[in-house]
């Protein structure tokens, strides 16, 4: 009898070992760092390489990859914890920071003024930024080119109450804009570089001398604190992506031109306009998007006043 009682109790403990291996394999496979992304940008060439899945694959993390349109749902998905990590310009973390989103900013690129423009149909009798006055300028609201916006019309003394906003997505912008039925179009790359190439859409100003144009990275602050590794490996492999990109441009576009189905020359004038290098955040890059938080304050644009510092991790944080 007793030795039948060992042999149930041998049993039950490797039995016990057997589903312990199986949840622990199970977990290990389960961890996940899931990454919002755009059409364009270091994000989307890091997807294409696939060099970031065997790297975090021996830290037993898979990575899910998911698109957006654009900055501000990208940061939403960011804040009810559908991903873990993803890329913006400067505006959507303003108003995601102030409806309470849990982000961190943990890296930039450097400004890329010529990468968004106020842009107007080639035989618009509008000449300069002042002539915006009373027209219908096309935006996608919340995203960097809204800050743009706002400091071009300041530069040229006109108020921003007294041009009328239309809030649009880059693909229904276009169309409004192609058909008439907004006065400007106010767009970043390489939706800029597409429409200059298929309409003769002018210019009346990019970023230069306005706003620097920073691009982003966040992490939840949930998903930076357990897993910081983790986010200092993506990093790495941006890293890695970005200098191979300013390296040779042209391979980036022939790469990244069927992805987001524009042709290979409207994508090099997109990449030419565009920054290179992914940094740490310093003081002066906080304190200038902390400018553009207090502007938009004090514009009604977002219904409190917020500090970049609180989400900002600096290097050795």
Do not use: C
């Amino acid at each position: 009898m007793r030795r039948i009682i060992q042999r149930v109790i041998a049993a039950i403990v490797l039995s016990i070992g057997i589903v312990a291996a199986a949840v622990g394999t199970s977990y290990g496979q389960d961890k996940v760092v899931r990454i919002g992304y755009q059409k364009y940008g270091k994000l989307v060439l890091l997807k294409s390489k696939g060099t970031l899945e065997p790297k975090l694959a021996a830290d037993g993390y898979k990575v899910v990859w998911t698109e957006f349109p654009s900055g501000p749902p990208l940061l939403e998905a960011l804040n009810v914890g559908a991903i873990d990590f993803g890329n913006t310009g400067e505006a959507p973390p303003i108003f995601a920071q102030a409806a309470g989103a849990p982000i961190q900013y943990v890296a930039y690129e450097p400004p890329a003024p010529k990468g968004e423009a106020i842009l107007v149909p080639k035989d618009s009798p509008l000449k300069s930024v002042a002539d915006l006055r009373g027209k219908k300028v096309a935006l996608n609201k919340g995203s960097n080119v809204h800050y743009l916006l706002v400091k071009a019309l300041e530069k040229a003394g006109v108020k921003y109450s007294e041009i009328e906003p239309v809030f649009l997505a880059p693909a229904d912008a276009r169309a409004a804009f192609e058909r008439g039925a907004v006065d400007a179009w106010v767009i970043w790359d390489p939706f800029q570089a597409a429409a200059e190439a298929a309409t003769g859409a002018r210019t009346l100003t990019d970023g230069t001398g306005i706003v620097a144009n920073y691009q982003f990275y966040f992490s939840s602050k949930k998903f930076r604190e357990a897993n910081p590794k983790i986010v200092d490996a993506v990093l790495a492999e941006l890293s890695s992506v970005d200098d191979w990109a300013k390296g040779d441009i042209h391979a980036v576009a022939e790469q990244l031109a069927p992805a987001i189905g524009l042709s290979v020359p409207v994508v090099e004038v997109a990449l030419k306009r565009q920054s290179y290098g992914i940094k740490p955040l310093t003081d002066a890059v906080i304190a200038d998007q902390q400018q553009v938080a207090d502007a938009f304050f004090a514009l009604n644009l977002i219904p409190k006043a917020i500090k970049i510092s609180d989400v900002a991790r600096r290097p050795g944080t």
